[in-house]
């Protein structure tokens, strides 16, 4: 089982950005896949970004522009860059690797003037 902890959150004005890490237990080398999703107030968890072994990603389409994943394998984390934050993008983020079927507490992300 692999433990994974989310860090990087909090209150965040509209337009601004700011960068989501999530630090694994053990070893990521031979993760075949990690992602991030994202659970909004009253609405159903949705998959935000994926990255694999070699580092492509894949994001889901409403993402696509202001969301970058990248994974740093040597120190067993990855990350998601958020820019030009919107209101839209409250929500708690967790990260998940599938092969360990392993997911993080989730981080609040709060987008408020």
């Known amino acids: 089982q692999v433990q994974l902890v989310e860090s990087g959150g909090g209150l965040v004005q509209p337009g601004g950005s700011l960068r989501l890490s999530c630090a694994a237990s053990?070893?990521?080398?031979?993760?075949?896949?990690m992602a991030w999703y994202r659970q909004a107030p009253g609405k159903q968890r949705e998959w935000v970004a994926s990255?694999?072994?070699?580092?492509?990603?894949n994001y889901a389409d409403s993402m696509k522009g202001r969301f970058t994943m990248s994974r740093d394998n040597a120190n067993n984390t990855m990350y998601l860059q958020i820019i030009s934050l919107k209101s839209e993008d409250t929500a708690v983020y967790y990260c998940?690797?599938?092969?360990?079927?392993?997911w993080g507490q989730g981080i609040q992300v709060t987008v408020s003037s």
């Open positions: 990255v694999d072994p070699f580092g492509v990603t």
């Open positions: 053990k070893s990521i080398r031979s993760t075949n896949t």
């Open positions: 998940h690797i599938p092969r360990f079927n392993s």
